[in-house]
């Protein structure tokens, strides 16, 4: 019986350097060399009420242009990325061009690195006009986060690597040989899935308590004073929206005055006969929604003890003036009881206080200041804040420019001093006398090392709040620290109101690769398929003769098949 057995089949020799050469050839049609990587942070994308806003889009896989008319203004840029630095942005032009919805391959906004949150020790240069570029920054993220943008935009910092790049992309833009697949150039590249709705979002509110002190016998509740401060940000990238001043100087102006009032209280000669309420609220800049479910959590004897609740909102800015907002007429005599408070104190303290009026609309949702949620309760409430005028939805709550560089320590201790002994004097009655509770030489001092080390965390720490999660660590060291100077802490977790719906993927890794053109990979192609023919026929001829080589390429005869 014949052997089936067969020995596997090896491959001649002859064909290894072949075979080896074939892999390059197709290594190099997509012949291209990593330049650099840089972080990127995505454009926010939400809705709201099931309108979109933002980027709509993640990944990224162009070629790189440096202007909005790279080779003319009727060039197709359906296919290319734009780097623009936000020093030299045109914003009549990019608002043109994103109102107009004409299509782009992406967008990369090129930020100044001392806009970076990390670089809490920075200074900008006496030759930079800050202001301008503030106000510009301002005007575009607000343009970026009130379009429908088809496609990714993403932020990154100037640093010397990607500002060669962009060095040389300008030059070939200049010359008229953008880069395109033909041309070969710069290609830019992010790596991400489709960005993913995140389920209803959790916020949570936090809250602590001092009670105040009640005589034996008393059956009578004590009256409360809330001070709140709402910890969430919103801006144009959410994984750089810090708010150093909105709201984290409220945030921490609050901790600081739980810290004074708790060695006040801690004394019972000393404690007043106000509780005191403080909260830290998430969901500010979508109407103060977690206020509302907070307030709406509280039963009726503690709304009705409430005497009135002073909410803190953007106490850090270099100026002196700031301004109490009220919902309740202004001649309202207790209105009218507290301003006075707390423009004597402020004249002490070289500050002046303001005080605005703003009527609400209960059947209206939108809620501009965080008192007005309380008024909608009908608790007296006020805001005390550096900001004149209301802010629009989703206007001045923390995003690119509000940061470390542009919030003054020494604005939030005057803030600070400004409504602990606005708030001591009333809690005593002592309302008309000059007295200084919390003076610098007291062991009630305001302590500026606390300041600086909480305002510090919570500049380099982005708190939107569709993207923290219930045990998130920011959440758990704001009531840690709660907790060290108050009683009966608790947090309150809640679902942001329904109308707002937001998606995953805020950051990312970009590469930047220099690719070759088509040009020369076709030349590449055909000097390396040369060489392999060569070869081949070399190593045919030599190891089986020139005759079997010329049989390969002969048609063979065809034969008849004889019918039996």
């Given at each position: 019986?014949?052997?089936?057995?067969?020995?596997p089949?090896?491959?001649?020799?002859?064909?290894?350097?072949?075979?080896?050469?074939?892999?390059?050839?197709?290594?190099?049609?997509?012949?291209?060399?990593?330049?650099?990587?840089?972080?990127?942070y995505?454009?926010?994308?939400?809705?709201?009420?099931?309108?979109?806003?933002?980027?709509?889009?993640?990944?990224?896989?162009?070629?790189?242009?440096?202007?909005?008319?790279?080779?003319?203004?009727?060039?197709?840029?359906?296919?290319?990325?734009?780097?623009?630095?936000?020093?030299?942005?045109?914003?009549?032009?990019?608002t043109?061009?994103?109102?107009?919805?004409?299509?782009?391959?992406?967008?990369?906004?090129?930020?100044?690195?001392?806009?970076?949150?990390?670089?809490?020790?920075?200074?900008?240069?006496?030759?930079?006009?800050?202001?301008?570029?503030?106000?510009?920054?301002?005007?575009?993220?607000?343009?970026?986060t009130?379009?429908?943008?088809?496609?990714?935009?993403?932020?990154?910092?100037?640093?010397?690597?990607?500002?060669?790049?962009?060095?040389?992309?300008?030059?070939?833009?200049?010359?008229?040989?953008?880069?395109?697949?033909?041309?070969?150039?710069?290609?830019?590249?992010?790596?991400?899935?489709?960005?993913?709705?995140?389920a209803?979002?959790?916020?949570?509110?936090?809250?602590?308590?001092?009670?105040?002190?009640?005589?034996?016998?008393?059956?009578?509740?004590?009256?409360?004073?809330?001070?709140?401060?709402?910890?969430?940000?919103?801006?144009?990238?959410?994984?750089?929206?810090?708010?150093?001043?909105?709201?984290?100087?409220?945030?921490?102006?609050?901790?600081?005055?739980?810290?004074?009032?708790?060695?006040?209280?801690?004394?019972?000669?000393?404690?007043?006969?106000?509780?005191?309420?403080?909260?830290?609220?998430?969901?500010?800049?979508?109407?103060?929604?977690?206020?509302?479910?907070?307030?709406?959590?509280?039963?009726?004897?503690?709304?009705?003890?409430?005497?009135?609740?002073?909410?803190?909102?953007?106490?850090?800015?270099?100026?002196?003036?700031?301004?109490l907002?009220?919902?309740?007429?202004?001649?309202?005599?207790?209105?009218?009881?507290?301003?006075?408070?707390?423009?004597?104190v402020?004249?002490?303290?070289?500050?002046?206080?303001?005080?605005?009026?703003?009527?609400?609309?209960?059947?209206?949702?939108?809620?501009?200041?965080?008192?007005?949620?309380?008024?909608?309760?009908?608790?007296?409430?006020?805001?005390?804040?550096?900001?004149?005028?209301?802010?629009?939805?989703?206007?001045s709550?923390?995003?690119?420019?509000?940061?470390?560089?542009?919030?003054?320590?020494?604005?939030?201790?005057?803030s600070i001093?400004?409504?602990?002994?606005?708030?001591?004097?009333?809690?005593?009655?002592?309302?008309?006398?000059?007295i200084?509770?919390?003076?610098?030489?007291?062991?009630?001092?305001?302590?500026?090392?606390?300041?600086?080390?909480?305002?510090?965390?919570?500049?380099?720490?982005?708190?939107?709040?569709?993207?923290?999660?219930?045990?998130?660590?920011?959440i758990?060291?704001?009531?840690?620290?709660?907790?060290?100077?108050?009683?009966?802490?608790?947090?309150?977790?809640?679902t942001?109101?329904?109308?707002?719906?937001?998606?995953?993927?805020?950051?990312?890794?970009?590469?930047?690769?220099?690719?070759?053109?088509?040009?020369?990979?076709?030349?590449?192609?055909?000097?390396?398929?040369?060489?392999?023919?060569?070869?081949?026929?070399?190593?045919?001829?030599?190891?089986?003769?020139?005759?079997?080589?010329?049989?390969?390429?002969?048609?063979?005869?065809?034969?008849?098949?004889?019918?039996?």
């Open positions: 019986m014949a052997n089936s057995f067969r020995k089949a090896i491959l001649d020799p002859m064909y290894y350097p072949i075979i080896a050469l074939l892999i390059a050839l197709i290594a190099c049609v997509e012949l291209s060399d990593a330049v650099t990587a840089v972080d990127v995505r454009l926010v994308q939400y809705d709201i009420s099931g309108v979109p806003f933002g980027s709509r889009l993640a990944t990224l896989n162009h070629h790189a242009g440096s202007s909005f008319f790279g080779s003319g203004s009727s060039s197709d840029l359906s296919r290319t990325v734009l780097i623009l630095p936000v020093r030299e942005l045109n914003l009549t032009l990019i043109e061009y994103i109102e107009q919805k004409k299509l782009l391959g992406g967008l990369l906004l090129l930020l100044p690195p001392k806009f970076r949150p990390e670089n809490t020790g920075s200074t900008f240069g006496a030759d930079e006009d800050i202001d301008s570029l503030r106000n510009k920054l301002v005007e575009l993220e607000w343009l970026l009130h379009s429908n943008i088809p496609y990714p935009v993403y932020f990154a910092f100037e640093d010397d690597n990607i500002n060669a790049v962009l060095a040389e992309i300008k030059r070939n833009d200049a010359s008229g040989q953008p880069a395109t697949a033909t041309t070969g150039g710069y290609k830019l590249v992010v790596a991400a899935s489709d960005p993913k709705r995140i209803p979002p959790n916020i949570a509110n936090i809250q602590g308590w001092l009670p105040g002190l009640k005589v034996d016998g008393d059956s009578n509740q004590l009256p409360t004073i809330a001070i709140v401060a709402s910890y969430d940000t919103f801006g144009a990238a959410p994984a750089l929206s810090v708010g150093s001043d909105s709201n984290g100087s409220g945030v921490v102006a609050l901790l600081e005055l739980a810290r004074l009032f708790s060695a006040l209280y801690s004394n019972p000669k000393t404690r007043g006969r106000y509780n005191l309420l403080f909260g830290l609220t998430s969901g500010g800049p979508y109407n103060y929604n977690g206020t509302q479910k907070w307030l709406r959590s509280f039963d009726q004897r503690l709304r009705e003890s409430i005497d009135y609740a002073i909410c803190l909102n953007s106490v850090g800015s270099l100026g002196n003036q700031l301004h907002h009220v919902s309740k007429p202004p001649e309202n005599a207790y209105i009218q009881q507290i301003f006075q408070g707390f423009s004597t402020a004249e002490e303290l070289g500050l002046q206080v303001g005080l605005k009026h703003k009527k609400i609309n209960i059947l209206n949702p939108r809620v501009a200041w965080e008192h007005e949620q309380f008024s909608r309760l009908r608790i007296t409430a006020a805001t005390l804040s550096e900001l004149s005028t209301a802010p629009e939805l989703l206007e709550t923390g995003g690119l420019t509000d940061n470390r560089h542009f919030t003054s320590e020494a604005s939030i201790i005057r001093k400004l409504v602990a002994e606005t708030l001591a004097r009333h809690i005593y009655s002592q309302e008309k006398k000059s200084s509770i919390f003076a610098d030489d007291s062991s009630l001092a305001v302590n500026p090392s606390y300041i600086r080390s909480w305002l510090d965390l919570l500049s380099t720490t982005p708190r939107v709040a569709p993207f923290l999660s219930k045990n998130d660590p920011l758990k060291a704001l009531e840690k620290e709660l907790a060290d100077h108050t009683a009966e802490v608790n947090v309150q977790h809640e942001l109101d329904g109308t707002f719906t937001f998606y995953d993927s805020t950051s990312g890794k970009l590469h930047i690769y220099q690719v070759a053109s088509v040009t020369f990979d076709l030349l590449l192609l055909l000097v390396l398929g040369s060489y392999l023919i060569t070869l081949f026929s070399f190593l045919f001829i030599t190891t089986r003769g020139l005759d079997d080589l010329i049989s390969l390429f002969r048609r063979p005869s065809s034969r008849k098949v004889k019918s039996t």
